[in-house]
């Protein structure tokens, strides 16, 4: 067997050999897939058998027969591959609450197997794949942000903390999103204080600092600052905008803003405004 596992479905095919030799059991297309009888068989035959399954995408029955490989040779290098390729196998079919519980009984199992950086790497990108949009509950993007960290810090210079770190920037990026949305939320409602602390959580997180959503949290406190008639707070804001994003069209709002009020920021826009951002100005 090659030590290497199966990539997760963004990467290019398998990336795991076919062990020499296989049983092939016969399936019945379009009826209940049966369990399988138990039955003592060469381990070989089970896993090339559960991994042709795998070629052919029959995910389900894959599952069974690396099921029978760890039931039967438990505690063996087949039985830890075995594992690993559940994981997979679960995850390729969307199950992923099943992948994960693969994924932690790996961990339980085989601690210091260098097989478990796969299982820890899989288990946050079960929940990364299920984070949906800024208006949901943000609960599968904590776990992946918790995730993909742990991953990172405990297998540095590998593949796997090489992807992690990259989807850290997109989770947070999502993280920040939702902050921005509840902000604008609040500011529609008329709460402006509330919405403050919304979009200061953005810009005093370092992590969310260097998101796409920085620009407008900024512009947005130049906006509730000159509600609550705080215009040297607003200057302020504009003027870090005015620093970091002189080209943003965010920052040619908050300019037009501030000389409307009377203020004259120190910075001129390069950027030019646009249409499109007064229409999703609340107000």
């Not at 050999?17 to 296989?22: H, T």
């Amino acid at each position: 067997m090659r030590s290497s596992l199966p990539a997760p479905k963004f990467r290019t095919g398998l990336i795991l050999a076919l062990v020499i030799g296989s049983t092939v059991v016969a399936g019945c297309s379009g009826q209940r897939r049966p369990r399988l009888v138990y039955e003592e068989r060469p381990v070989e035959a089970l896993y090339n058998t559960g991994y042709q399954r795998l070629e052919s995408k029959r995910w389900a029955d894959a599952v069974d027969y690396f099921q029978e490989v760890e039931r039967q040779h438990p505690y063996s290098e087949w039985s830890r591959r075995a594992i690993l390729m559940q994981i997979y196998a679960y995850y390729q079919n969307n199950n992923y609450p099943e992948a994960q519980a693969a994924a932690d009984r790996f961990i339980q199992l085989f601690p210091g197997n260098s097989g478990a950086a796969y299982a820890y790497y899989m288990k946050a990108l079960c929940n990364f794949e299920r984070i949906t949009d800024v208006g949901r509950d943000q609960g599968y993007a904590e776990g992946a942000l918790q995730g993909l960290r742990d991953v990172a810090r405990r297998y540095p210079g590998t593949s796997y903390a090489i992807d992690a770190t990259v989807k850290i920037d997109m989770v947070n990026d999502q993280l920040a999103g939702k902050e921005m949305s509840i902000g604008r939320y609040y500011q529609r409602a008329g709460q402006p204080l509330a919405a403050l602390n919304r979009y200061k959580a953005v810009i005093d997180n370092e992590a969310f600092q260097r998101t796409s959503h920085t620009p407008e949290a900024l512009y947005r406190l130049v906006e509730v600052n000159l509600t609550l008639g705080l215009k040297d707070e607003a200057m302020r804001n504009g003027a870090v905008l005015g620093f970091n994003y002189p080209g943003s069209p965010w920052y040619a709002e908050a300019y037009a803003l501030l000389t409307e009020e009377g203020a004259r920021p120190e910075t001129a826009p390069t950027g030019q405004r646009e249409s499109w951002l007064r229409r999703i100005i609340p107000g």
